[in-house]
């Protein structure tokens, strides 16, 4: 199993151009996340998506579109993109039970992205 | 969900035991103590969770106070692999599944 696979792993964009980061994972999780995380701070959530066909907003959702393509993929899109997202992108999978409990998400490796 | 509190930093001799603390004193009856680290900049790791008893697994141990406002994470022999950042993190043990980060605890392993 690969687990949670992200490209690409490295991408350099100019102010305003378009890009998607794309995710996907083999472990038949339903719930899918992305993360950005900026120097020196923890992780925080942009989008996440509970199961196939449905997405909700993270803590810093603004200039980020998300599309669940199917139970394995959930892509991550800069419209116009800005300097101020330059960050590192993490995608994430877990597998939600609906009695609760224990939930632990596993993490992909990362996208390095910088915004000229 | 209840924030917590962490050390920014703490330095640990390779072999000895490390002990982490979190300070979670807002934390209600029917949340989770996680621990997550990160290692170099790779994708989060998770290591432990609890709730409100004291728990082991192959990678470390958590205690968790009899009141539940702290936890303290003890990696038992650390080698130099565990220098990483710790996060402490507070969920549901229902319905909200998102983790919110803090800055977590940047441990280094002294060889």
């Known amino acids: 199993n690969a687990g949670v696979t992200q490209t690409p792993k490295f991408q350099v964009l100019k102010t305003g151009q378009s890009m998607t980061l794309q995710c996907a994972q083999d472990?038949?999780?339903?719930?899918m996340y992305w993360y950005r995380q900026d120097p020196g701070m923890g992780l925080r959530l942009i989008y996440y998506s509970a199961s196939e066909g449905t997405t909700d907003k993270g803590e810093v959702p603004n200039g980020y579109n998300v599309s669940r393509l199917n139970k394995r993929e959930f892509s991550l899109r800069l419209e116009s993109a800005a300097p101020s997202q330059t960050s590192v992108y993490f995608c994430?999978?877990?597998?939600?039970?609906?009695?609760?409990?224990?939930?632990?998400?596993?993490f992909g490796p990362g996208t390095r992205l910088t915004v000229l | 969900d209840a924030k917590t509190t962490q050390p920014p930093s703490m330095d640990c001799a390779e072999g000895r035991a490390a002990n982490l603390p979190c300070n979670h004193s807002?934390?209600?009856?029917?949340?989770?103590v996680y621990w997550y680290r990160q290692i170099h900049s790779q994708g989060p790791q998770y290591i432990i969770h609890g709730l409100k008893n004291n728990e082991t697994n192959e990678m470390a141990s958590l205690i968790i106070t009899e009141d539940r406002k702290s936890s303290t994470l003890i990696l038992p022999h650390a080698t130099l692999r565990d220098t990483a950042v710790y996060y402490c993190?507070?969920?549901?043990?229902?319905?909200?599944?998102?983790?919110?980060f803090g800055t977590g605890t940047r441990l280094t392993i002294i060889p």
């Open positions: 994430a999978s877990s597998l939600k039970k609906t009695s609760g409990g224990h939930n632990e998400q596993f």
């Open positions: 993190i507070v969920r549901p043990y229902f319905g909200n599944e998102k983790l919110t």
């Open positions: 807002t934390i209600s009856g029917n949340e989770y």
């Open positions: 472990m038949n999780h339903n719930s």
